[in-house]
Each structure stands twice: as structure tokens, then as C-alpha cells.
């Protein structure tokens, strides 16, 4: 190690044992893996940036600006015994050295406030270029000190046209818009699309609509019917959606012929089982009104008989099958057993009806079997398929019953129900916690209607997190499932998961009720902006003017108007060179205790006052003042 003499020099190499980091800089904490993607930043494309600080006195010197480099050097050196010897410029960096305190800690704030990152532009261009000169996504990660899941995302839009990306980089379209253009690979109609973005504020929606007008999803029931390779065996083209992970089908034409195609199939299958006629409908659902308005009849199967045997061994498998317990054997026999229960249509039934096949919402073949048409009714009631009819269609018997008395007796019976539901209050919570869980439609047990309450602002979701509950798992789509089978099931999974799906879905409704029941669930819940929502330049420093972010500056930081540190962050913002995002984020970080909580308040306050009545505005203002919000954060919330 060499002696260090004093030093004058506005630069000097430091060993990196002779280096700290000064109270000065404002980056104390720093998160393990930000250093570690630093360092092998570093480590493949060296120290870059010098770091800067003041001699402390003892032959070394203290950090006020590049603490993340210093971390990320000593990093290495823990790792390299040998640095001094293969990385001698990385083992004793330079230093820039500032002459006086002062002059320290301008240094610590305009470095970090002056820091800009790369425009998203120019970012793809520069990834773009390394990976055709062979860098790997890791590769270029490591130069960047990004990670590799921002590489790729940034690849995947290297390949769009110059002109999209240079609308990225003049900010005529943002980054959101710029994804849309990757599902297209027609560069002429892309440029179409760009010049009606230009000027117009059009959704993410449109701009994929007027890129691929008739181009399919692959989740639209047609291409679930079919499948996407046999589409492609077809000559369709398919395209993508990089950003949603979505697959479209390019050839819509294609789609619906090979769909006919696959229908047909399906038509002939049911032929060859001896039915009169088979019919196919190319609409998703058929109900029950269909069969009435075109005059079908419908016969149904003969049904089987189990032993008494068989239905003991039928209950068995039945407890079974709820509680997913069923092995492949045991499945093939509950199966062979249910076939005997729901029966077969006769060789008779076949000879004088038919089928109408269709293709739900979701893919599956749905049928319609044993339909007698008006023509075949007279030859299927001679064959005694169809059992002839007591009354004409003009004698038939009026009902005694009216349909206002039908309509209270309904009431009736359902008032006997809930009555009855009283006595037991577990099954009440158990079914509503099912109804909340998935999606039952029309089906619902009780009569509740469940609102979106939002909970996600129209910013872009960086620096805003919530809890996995609020945002994952939505209700379960039962359309055409066996509901009661289903809920059994559901019950089994006991009290506890009960409670957790109650408790996940009732806190996504919560919307607070009047001020006073609102104040009471805050002081027993204790929210806190902060735990969920951080600012960024998108959320709320690009939305907000600059008297106000030097006064929360200064605020936040507990500095008077001529602190040094205080003067130099107006100079820059005067000068329009502060990066906002990184400068009030250490800001937030180091506020004392108090003032993050006023400033998780003020937060509040603010969209209180946005969307809140008059009188709410002002109590609030009340209420944070009162607590020693300091005037300059309400006077400029309501300003802004």
C-alpha cells in the first residue's frame, strides 16, 4: 500500500481500503441487488464515471457522490483477492476532490439530481445495435446495470420501424403505443397507423385495431374449437401480441373456413350413430327459447337402473370424485356408472329425431339431441317415439293460476328459504364466500351485485405495488359447470380458506363509507400511502410544478431557503436539469419519521381534493395542518 501524503490535486487515486462513504452523500441505503448488477457492470465495462468526495484527514477520503460505485467496487474487491493485480484501475479508483465542505456537498446533491436516465428510445437503439455485434441480453444487462427481463422487453421493440422509434424518442407516442406496433410486420401500413397516432390520443385498443383490422385472438372460440395448428396446416398466419402475450390469427377468412371444416366432422360423427338429421348452428349458445320458436319436441334417453350393489359402490365414488380423490381407475368406473344412470337414446329415438350441434363461448361442443321436427311429429307418435297430445293448441287448458299469484308464490318460497337459511349462519358465510369467489352469472345464491371500486390510478403501474390478493386471482368462471358439486368441493377446503377468500374479496370492495365510519376503519387499519406507492416522474414529479418541488424539497429535508443545498436545487431546477424521480425519492427516504407520514398524507389529501365534495376539501386541509403539514404542501396541492 502506498503512503498518502496531502494532497492538493483536484484528482488522486485512493486504495479502495482508504475510501468511505460520507455522511455528505445522499444514498445511505442502497439495495444488495442494485450493487451486485453494478458490479458486474463495472467489472465488464470498468468505472465509467469517477467517483468524487474530500480528503478526510487520515490519507483517504470520504464519498459525497457515486456511494453505489464505491459499494459495488468494494463488492468486487471481497471477491477478487488478486484486484490489485488483474484490475489495478479498479482496486485504486480515482477520485475527484472537492476543496471545501461547501463545495462537498453541492457535489453530493447535483450529482445525484442531475443524473438522467436514458430516454426508452434511445435505450432500444442502443441494445439493438449490441446485440447485432453478438452481445447476449446478459451481456448487455451487465453494461447497462439493468436487468435482463428490462433487455428484453427492450429488444423485443428493436425491430419496429425507424420512424416508430423516432415518434418514441420526439415523445408523439409513448411507450405503451410503441408495444402496439410489434403485432405487425406490414411496415407500410405501420407508418399509416403512426401518422393517425400523431396529434390524436389514441387507445393502445385502436392502434392494435387499425394495425390488424381483421386479425382473431387466439383465445376467441373459433380458434380454441379448431386449435392454432390446424389453422396453420390451413395457410394461416399468425402474429403476436409480445407485450399482452397475446397470439392472433391473421387470416380471419382462413379461421371460419377451417372451423366449418372441423363442424362438419363433428356433423358426421353424430350421422354415423344413426340419428335422422343433424343439424350445425354456427352461434354460440342455443337456449331454450330456440327449440319453441321453430317447433321442436325433444325426447330424452332411457335411462338405466343400478343394483344395489352398484349404487353403494356409486355413492362411494360420488364422495370421492368431490373431494378429488378419484385414480384413473376409479374415474373410468364412476364414469361407466353414470353412463348407466343417464341412459342412451333407443335405435327408435335416433330414427325419428335429430341433433343441432354448435360451439360455445369457450370452445366446446354443445348439442342439442332428440329434437322431433314439426314435419316428423305425426310419423314419430305413430312409432310411438312421441307421446301424442291431449289438447290442440286452441283447447289447451287455461292455468287456474295467474301469473300475479304465480309470481307471490315465488316470493313465498323463496321467503321460506331464507327463513330456514337463518338456522344455519355457517352455510351462509360458506356460500358467500363462494358467490365471491367465482362467477356463478345468473346463478347467484344471493341477490348482491359486486361494483369495481378502483384502486389503480391511470398512471403506469411503476412504483405502485399492492398486495397479490387485491390484483390476482379473480372469480372463477363457472358457466356450465356443476355448481353443486362444486360448492361441496369448495367446503372442503374448511373454515380458514373461507375466511381468507371473504377477507380478500370484501377488502377489494371496501370504499369507506361516510368521514366518520371512514376515520374509524383508518384508526383501527392504520394505512400508509408509502407501504404500497412510491412517486416517480410518471405518477406524480411530472404532474406537479417547480416552486412546489423545491418547497417540498426543502420541507422534506428540514433545510431554510438559503441552505446551500436548498440553493443549488433551485439553480438546477431553474435551469431545468433536475432529474425529479431520483433527487425526491431520496428526499422522501430521508425524511424523518414525521414527515413521511405527512407526506403519505398529503398524498391523500390531494386525491381527496380532486374527487371529493367542497367540504371534505377543506377538512382535510384542516386535519393535515392541524398535525403540522407545513402550509407550503396544502397551499400547493390545492394550487395544483
Known sequence: ?????????????????????????????????????????????????????????????????????????????????????????????????????????????????????????????????????????????????????????????????????????????????????????????????????????????????????????????????????????????????????????????????????????????????????????????????????????????????????????????????????????????????????EGDYTEMQRAHSGVIIYVDSQGEVQSYEGLIRKADKAEAVAAGVLAKSQHSADDAPKSPISQKLRDDLGRVSRGARQHAALRDPDLLIDLLAYQLSHNLYWSKPFGLSVEDVPNWPTTEADGYALDDRLTENPPRDMYGKDLGKSFRAFRQKGADHMRGELVRFLAAQLRGGDEKLMSLIEKETQPNTRDVWAPTAANFFGRVGGPYMSDLWRDLLDLPADHPTATSFDKLMSRGTVQLPGVMRHAVRAAPARKAKLWSAAVEWAAGRRDGPQDRHWQGRRELEGAGLPRVLTSASAAS
Open 1 to 341: 500500500m502506498t503512503k498518502q501524503s496531502i494532497i492538493t490535486a483536484d484528482e488522486a487515486r485512493f486504495p479502495l481500503s482508504k475510501l468511505s462513504l460520507s455522511p455528505m452523500n445522499p444514498r445511505q441505503n442502497v439495495p444488495a441487488a442494485e450493487v451486485e448488477e453494478l458490479a458486474e457492470s463495472i467489472w465488464t465495462a470498468g468505472l465509467i464515471q469517477n467517483l468524487a468526495g474530500i480528503v478526510d484527514g487520515n490519507g483517504g477520503a470520504e464519498i459525497v457522490a457515486g456511494g453505489r460505485r464505491l459499494r459495488a467496487l468494494q463488492l468486487l474487491a471481497e471477491r477478487h483477492a488478486d484486484l490489485a493485480q488483474v484490475r489495478p484501475e479498479l482496486a485504486n479508483p480515482p477520485v475527484r476532490l472537492a476543496p471545501d465542505d461547501s463545495t462537498a456537498q453541492a457535489w453530493a446533491v447535483a450529482e445525484n439530481a442531475a443524473r438522467r436516465d436514458l430516454h426508452p428510445a434511445d435505450e432500444i437503439r442502443a441494445y439493438g445495435k449490441m446485440e447485432r455485434n453478438g452481445a447476449t441480453p446478459a451481456a448487455i444487462a451487465r453494461a447497462f446495470a439493468v436487468t435482463e427481463k428490462s433487455v428484453y422487453r427492450r429488444l423485443a421493440l428493436a425491430g419496429l420501424p425507424e420512424a416508430v422509434i423516432d415518434a418514441l424518442a420526439a415523445n408523439e407516442i409513448n411507450l405503451s403505443a410503441a408495444a402496439c406496433f410489434t403485432i405487425s410486420t406490414d411496415e407500410a401500413r405501420s407508418l399509416e397507423v403512426l401518422e393517425q397516432c400523431r396529434g390524436n390520443s389514441l387507445s393502445d385498443y385502436q392502434i392494435k385495431k387499425a394495425l390488424k383490422p381483421d386479425a382473431v385472438k387466439d383465445t376467441d372460440r373459433r380458434a380454441k374449437f379448431v386449435g392454432v395448428e390446424a389453422y396453420q396446416a390451413a395457410g394461416g398466419r399468425v402474429g403476436g401480441d409480445l407485450f399482452a402475450e397475446e397470439t392472433l390469427l391473421d387470416d380471419a377468412e382462413i379461421l371460419d373456413a377451417v372451423f366449418a371444416d372441423r363442424l362438419a366432422e363433428v356433423a358426421d360423427s353424430h350421422k354415423r350413430d344413426g340419428w335422422k338429421w343433424v343439424e350445425v348452428s354456427h352461434a354460440d349458445y342455443l337456449g331454450y327459447w330456440f327449440l319453441q320458436e321453430n317447433g321442436f319436441e325433444r325426447i330424452h334417453r332411457k335411462t338405466g337402473t343400478l343394483s344395489p350393489e352398484q349404487s353403494e359402490r356409486f355413492d362411494e365414488l360420488t364422495e370421492q370424485a368431490e373431494a378429488d380423490a378419484l385414480d384413473e381407475a376409479g374415474q373410468e368406473e364412476f364414469a361407466a356408472l353414470n353412463a348407466i344412470t
